[in-house]
């Protein structure tokens, strides 16, 4: 497995492109922003894209969505319960300010504990809504990319439409906190973390509120 991590965007998110070494197949996880940016690395690694997952419907993770599909024509996949944030990020990046290109119709939905298959990789779908309804994570081996769910020492905002903390709770402590302690996570702002990390550090697990979007 071969992970490139990309800050894209105004506020900047961190899209993730991985890929199998063995096949040459790869995914784009939130690509926020910067189609054009994150397209020039999967030509450059000489990558065939066959799957983009926005782990949520936020404007901020899904801008590139329509240059990659165009260029790429690999599938786009979301959770279908944040298809109606997908239809209107034009009007959500409006209000912080901000642009971004509609967004293409997905090609399916996601559902939790489907399997995405990357070359010889496998992804596993992890439901964690809270942040936003349809919200998800990819388990990929000993790798967690966890969208706006979990970061380090924080959790996802939940003052956004369809948002709820004691749902996010409730998805964080149910599909991650029982994962491995070296368990690494990706998540869609700020550094990397792990789950032994956040089990031990993370207060907002416990109470409070996010200070990321």
């Not at 801008?63 to 024509?73: A, C, D, I, Q, R």
Request: net charge negative; hydrophobic share 40%; proline share 5%.
């Amino acid at each position: 497995m071969r992970i490139h991590t990309l800050v894209v965007g105004a506020l900047q998110v961190n899209c993730y492109i991985v890929a199998c070494e063995e096949t040459r197949q790869a995914i784009v996880i939130d690509p926020g922003d910067e189609g054009e940016r994150i397209w020039e690395v999967v030509s450059a690694e000489g990558y065939e894209l066959k799957q983009i997952v926005n782990t949520h419907g936020h404007f901020d993770h899904l801008g590139g969505n329509k240059f990659l599909v165009e260029k790429s024509g690999a599938q786009l996949l979301i959770h279908e319960l944040d298809l109606n944030l997908l239809k209107t990020i034009t009007g959500h990046a409006a209000k912080f300010g901000l642009e971004v290109e509609p967004s293409p119709v997905p090609d399916r939905f996601l559902s939790d504990g489907d399997i995405l298959k990357i070359g010889r990789l496998e992804a596993r779908v992890l439901h964690t809504p809270g942040h936003s309804p349809g919200g998800i994570c990819l388990l990929m081996g000993e790798h967690l990319f966890s969208g706006d769910t979990l970061f380090a020492r924080s959790v996802g905002r939940t003052d956004l439409p369809g948002g709820d903390f004691a749902t996010l709770l409730e998805g964080i402590r149910r599909q991650l906190l029982p994962l491995p302690d070296a368990t690494v996570v990706h998540p869609g702002h700020g550094p990397d973390t792990t789950i032994g990390e956040e089990k031990a550090l993370n207060s907002f697990i416990n109470s409070g509120e996010s200070e990321f979007l």
